[in-house]
């Protein structure tokens, strides 16, 4: 998790899978984007305090309300349907805001890494190149030269801030983590439970038991819009990077 999120951000930028696994490039945007990816660690965890609360709660609704004790299976199911529904007021603004803040401290980082010459143009994905062409942001600043003084403490500083804040994100991810095996030890989800974590993978958050109805279904629905979405989202970049080479050859 110090990994995935930006790797997701990347994934996202290209539209391409490879680029999730360009390991050297995502770590290198972490780095330079430290205390950043610990304040997404921190809302990650805060996030997920009240989804767990929501994810686990049915289990106590009938000690809540003895009435939900008496329903039949079919009720069962359509209350718990409507639950999980309205469930996603919290679940998907959520989401959407992680992704928004992990999209910012990527684009961040990426335009600090080129303009520092950290990374060279070529490694960009050509819609980032696009853009930052278009913005005049491809040329590389030179930092000014300081001091060997305030070299010496930026670099103490650095270091120590760095290892402290690897400490931090080590222990907020513990927190995310630890979330996961208390709600799964007050009601167990089966194996979804573990393998899919709605604020990191699929936004998928519909915990109904199997012998009511299978999740298989609302899966399966939820890739196949994944899959829609990103077959749009791809020919849309096409169009648009041909829309920008005819524009360039008319010019």
Not at 78 to 83: A, F, G
Not at 107 to 123: F, K, M, T, Y
Not at 158 to 168: D, H, I, L, N, P
Request: charged content about 15%; proline content about 5%; some cysteine.
């Amino acid at each position: 998790m110090f990994y995935v999120p930006l790797a997701q951000a990347r994934q996202a930028v290209t539209g391409e899978w490879r680029s999730f696994f360009q390991f050297r490039l995502v770590w290198t945007i972490v780095r330079a984007r430290w205390m950043s990816s610990v304040a997404l660690a921190l809302l990650y965890s805060l996030l997920a305090l009240p989804l767990n609360v929501l994810k686990t709660s049915p289990a106590f609704q009938p000690q809540i309300n003895s009435a939900l004790a008496n329903l039949t299976d079919v009720q069962v199911l359509k209350h718990l349907d409507s639950y999980f529904f309205w469930c996603a007021i919290v679940m998907l603004p959520a989401y959407v805001m992680l992704r928004l803040l992990a999209a910012r401290i990527y684009a961040s980082g990426i335009l600090s890494l080129v303009q520092s010459a950290r990374i060279q143009p070529a490694e960009l994905a050509p819609l980032e190149f696009e853009t930052l062409q278009w913005l005049n942001l491809l040329e590389a600043r030179p930092t000014p030269a300081r001091h060997f003084f305030v070299r010496s403490i930026t670099w103490t500083g650095t270091r120590v801030g760095r290892t402290a804040s690897t400490v931090a994100l080590a222990l907020i991810w513990f927190t995310f983590v630890a979330q996961i095996y208390v709600t799964e030890f007050l009601q167990y989800h089966s194996g979804l439970g573990w393998m899919n974590q709605p604020l990191v993978q699929l936004p998928w958050f519909h915990y109904v038991p199997a012998r009511l109805k299978s999740p298989w279904g609302d899966i399966s629905f939820a890739i196949l819009v994944w899959l829609l979405a990103s077959v749009i989202a791809r020919a849309t970049q096409a169009f648009r990077s041909r829309r920008s080479q005819q524009s360039a050859t008319e010019k």
